[in-house]
């Protein structure tokens, strides 16, 4: 599990050069490209040396990644925690060491005095934006309405919010009734894989909300395999608006989807060099994001740069 890096490492590193320990989630979705991709990027723009490790999804491998971490004395450690618990432990080591920690995207349920700064979005309000535009699409609906959840990766901070966040908006109208949720792990396979199985046993669903892009994407296949029409048939909500996503919403397979930014690169970098300054860095920084309309995704879509 080595973290593969570039430059000299070490507190300060011979060069000079700050040295940044990341431990990315995994490569899982397409906004994970996307995020790593700005990571590494701004990282060189900034003349901050890198050290990158891909945790494949797994805790127990980001832990011996922020441990290497802590052993080469890297001058920051930041990562994206793929679940929310169990960080106490390793984050106690880091502060013993005396090195700051940066969450990025994801949240933990540690003592916040833990780590530095926490960048990322607001998972809660995605969740609610989703939620918005379903009160409003039934807002005459007589009947009841069949909703299926495909939820993010189990344990994960955006898995956990967009669910509350969403339900919690539904909630005021009776007739929108959530009738099979279940986890996809935000991958595409998995999508269309848990989509399969609720089609064969649910023959009335009216819409899907997939806590990402991908697993709406991997759905859009199941559903089509099933002989029905995406974005008719069976509406479909998602979060991210990632390229492929983009392009579904645009070509109506998709009717709206919740921003959720990838792009932390650029912030993480300022962030690493106030806290190396000696400046203070805001505890909590929220990406600012919007929604998306099939209209407004053709038109977007020609200058979005992921
Ligand atoms: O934590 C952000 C989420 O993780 C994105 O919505 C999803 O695509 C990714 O896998």
Request: charged share 25%.
């Amino acid at each position: 599990l080595a973290a593969c890096g570039s430059g000299s490492g070490g507190s300060g590193g011979d060069d000079g050069k700050i040295t940044l320990g990341f431990s990315q989630v995994g490569s899982e979705s397409g906004w994970r490209e996307a995020n790593t991709k700005s990571i590494k990027e701004s990282a060189q723009t900034a003349g901050i040396d890198l050290k990158f490790s891909d945790a494949q999804q797994k805790q127990e491998n980001q832990i011996a990644t922020i441990r290497s971490y802590i052993q080469q004395k890297v001058d920051v450690i930041a990562f994206s925690p793929v679940v929310v618990t169990g960080w106490d432990a390793v984050l106690k080591e880091a502060q013993a060491a005396k090195i700051p920690v940066v969450l990025t995207d994801r949240a933990v349920d540690s003592d916040p005095s833990l780590y530095v700064s926490f960048l990322g979005s607001d998972f809660v309000k995605e969740g609610e934006a989703i939620g918005d535009w379903t009160l409003n699409e039934y807002k005459d609906a007589t009947a009841p309405v069949n909703i299926v959840q495909l939820e993010g990766t189990v344990g994960s901070a955006p898995a956990i919010d967009r669910k509350k966040g969403f339900e919690s908006k539904i909630a005021s109208n009776p007739n929108l009734k959530v009738i099979a949720s279940q986890s996809g792990d935000f991958t595409r396979a998995d999508g269309k894989e848990v989509m399969t199985a609720i089609l064969k046993a649910n023959p009335k669903i009216d819409l899907l909300f997939a806590h990402n892009d991908d697993m709406g994407i991997g759905a859009i296949q199941a559903i089509e395999e099933a002989g029905k029409k995406p974005g008719a048939d069976i509406k479909i909500v998602t979060i991210d608006a990632v390229h492929d996503g983009m392009q579904a919403l645009a070509d109506g397979k998709i009717n709206f989807i919740a921003e959720c930014s990838p792009l932390l690169g650029d912030q993480l970098m300022d962030i690493v060099k106030k806290i190396k300054a000696g400046q203070p860095v805001e505890k909590r920084i929220i990406t600012e994001e919007t929604t998306f309309t099939q209209q407004q995704a053709s038109e977007a879509l020609p200058n979005r740069k992921y």
